[in-house]
Nanobody, 115 residues
Framework: QVQLVESGGGLVQPGGSLRLSCAAS????????MGWYRQAPGKQRELVAR???????NYADSALGRFTVSRDNAKNTVYLQMNSLNSEDTAVYYC?????????WGKGTLVTVSS
């Protein structure tokens, strides 16, 4: 089992920034992918950004140029730096871990973009 704990969500004004963190613990394999997904009210969960243990990244079109995903393998932690936030970014953000044999989700952290 892998446990994921997200932090860093909250209320931010349009145009503002937030940094999300996700700490993983448990049976973590060296080769894995960690990432961020989000689910807005009434919508399906969607990929925001993910990063492999080797540092390869991919982003949703909506995140390109505004969000940056990074990780610290020594701390088993993945980050999501979000800039230029707008109301469409309001959602619960979930951390995900995948090593092909195990797939885990965090409980989520709420990001609300509002003036």
């Amino acid at each position: 089992q892998v446990q994921l704990v997200e932090s860093g969500g909250g209320l931010v004004q349009p145009g503002g920034s937030l940094r999300l963190s996700c700490a993983a613990s448990g049976r973590i394999f060296n080769i894995n992918v960690m990432g961020w997904y989000r689910q807005a009210p009434g919508k399906q969960r969607e990929l925001v950004a993910r990063i492999t243990s080797g540092g390869n990244t991919n982003y949703a079109d909506s995140a390109l140029g505004r969000f940056t995903v990074s990780r610290d393998n020594a701390k088993n932690t993945v980050y999501l730096q979000m800039n230029s936030l707008n109301s469409e970014d309001t959602a619960v953000y979930y951390c995900n871990y995948n090593d092909r044999t195990l797939y885990s989700w965090g409980k989520g952290t709420l990001v609300t973009v509002s003036s």
